[in-house]
């Protein structure tokens, strides 16, 4: 039986599956920090936003920036309340055209069954070559 964080982190997924971010939004606590590992400088959705107007926030700027092709949750690892997540996603920044093709890793870190804490650790380098073209 899967443990009830990583049921929760797949939850998570589906709702951004069927286009749900309020249900991600609401998931998280009021301080939690949501993080995109990277300078904010070389890309819009990197840094560090706190709260559900931060999550809301990454949200809008991801819209903004990238049409995903293809995002792909394909391993769910739990360890002392985070629940780690490898991927793969296929993106195309809609400023240059330019195509992005990473594996990335994702951690939730959950309290009393909210989010605390979520990183995202992914190619930065194709990301600032994006929006560098």
């Not at 009830?4 to 997924?13: F, G, K, R, T």
């Not at 092709?69 to 240059?96: L, M, R, W």
């Not at 309290?111 to 990301?127: K, P, S, V, Y």
Request: aromatic share 14%.
């Amino acid at each position: 039986m899967a443990e009830p964080n990583v049921i929760h982190v797949q939850s998570l997924y589906a709702a951004f599956g069927r286009g749900d971010l309020d249900y991600i939004v609401r998931a998280c606590a009021p301080d939690a920090s949501w993080e995109v590992v990277g300078r904010p400088q070389d890309f819009s959705t990197f840094g560090v936003r706190t709260g559900p107007a931060g999550v809301t926030q990454f949200f809008s700027a991801l819209q903004a920036a990238k049409t995903i092709v293809e995002f792909t949750p394909q391993a769910f690892y739990a360890c002392n309340g985070t629940v780690f997540v490898e991927g793969h996603e296929v993106s195309i920044d809609k400023k240059s055209g330019f195509r992005i093709d990473t594996p990335w890793l994702h951690a939730f870190t959950f309290r009393d069954g909210e989010i605390i804490r979520f990183r995202e650790f992914l190619d930065t380098a194709q990301f600032a070559e994006a929006a560098r073209s």
